[in-house]
Structure formats: C-alpha cells, structure tokens
C-alpha cells in the first residue's frame, strides 16, 4: 500500500496540504443530505388552515402535514398575532377539495415542527397545493430564498392566479405570509 508523504516538502506546503485536506472533507459534511420521499395514506380528518391538514393513516396515528411549495394566508391565533385577508376562505377552499377524503400523499421531509411536508394528488391529476396556488389562496413558498419550492408548476400558476387578479391577488398590496408572520407578529407592525 502506497501512502502519500509529506516529508520531502516544507512546513508552510505541508500545513497547506493538510488546511486542503480537512477544507476538503468539511465541504463533503456540509452537502445536504437528499431528502428520503415517502408516502402517507390515510383521510383527512381536519384542516387546519390553507396550508396545513392532518390525516388519519390505517395506524389511527394522526400526522399533521404541512403542505410542500406553498405558503397560505395566515389564520388568526391571538389578539397579537392577527390573520391575514383571505385566510379564512384559504382553509375553507382546502377543506373543500380534501376534508374526509382517503388520499396518498407525496412527501418531502419532516419540518421543524415534525409535519410531514408533502404533496397532496387529487384524483384529476392535480394537487391540492397547485389548485390554492391557481385559485389566489396561497402563493408559492418563496421564503429562505425559495427553499421551499419543490414544485416547479407552482411559479407558473401564481403568475396565472396574478394575472387573473384572483383571490389574494385582488389585493393591492397581498403581504406574503412568511413576511407577515415576521412583521406582524413578530415586530407588531401589521
């Protein structure tokens, strides 16, 4: 077995070789991972807001999941922290197309907050994310730069939903969610 030496060569070339070497490996650490899909089959059993559900799988184990590629208008949790116009017809228009159904959902990863980050296929071929993005009840999840945008359909249907001046686009000024939940309710100014 040949090993590499450094014995012939200076101390400043030796510790740049070996600065190289651990620069090397901690660029390989630092790849992220690739996410493991997995599927959820269960019903629905309740619809949180228009970006959030939980199923209920053959476990009777219920799973919240939060829906991949998109952001919906904020509900009202408090007096301090206040919704977001079109939240309440968000949920509603989600509750629609999904409550009590029995789906198979397309998942990404697990959150932070352990919800399953998934796709939810309807039985037209469409997912539910894609047809609240379409109709103006969610937009697509540009926050962190877009790192949570898997769906590449997604960009498409909010500058259709845009265009057509649908839903939360028939705002002047639609406030996406992940700014208000910083500058609302975080800062206080809503």
Not at 14 to 21: D, E
Not at 171 to 179: D, F, G, L, M, R
Request: hydrophobic fraction near 35%.
């Amino acid at each position: 077995m040949t090993v590499f030496s450094l014995s012939g060569f200076s101390s400043l070339t030796r510790r740049t070789a070996v600065c190289a070497g651990l620069t090397a490996v901690m660029a390989v650490w630092a790849l992220p991972v690739q996410a493991q899909h997995f599927e959820l089959t269960g019903r629905v059993v309740r619809v949180a807001d228009g970006d959030t559900l939980t199923i209920l799988p053959s476990n009777n184990r219920q799973v919240r999941v939060r829906l991949a590629s998109i952001d919906a208008p904020e509900t009202s949790k408090d007096s301090r922290r206040p919704g977001q116009p079109f939240a309440v017809a968000s949920r509603r228009f989600l509750s629609d197309l999904v409550s009590g159904k029995h789906l198979t959902l397309s998942c990404y990863e697990r959150d932070r907050h352990g919800r399953a980050v998934c796709d939810v296929p309807l039985a037209d071929g469409e997912t539910a994310n894609q047809k609240l993005v379409r109709a103006g009840m969610a937009m697509a999840n540009r926050e962190k730069r877009g790192r949570f945008l898997r769906d590449p359909r997604i960009d498409q249907l909010e500058r259709e939903a845009k265009e057509a001046g649908v839903g939360i686009w028939s705002e002047p000024s639609p406030v996406p969610p992940w700014k208000w939940r910083y500058d609302c309710w975080q800062q206080g100014q809503c």
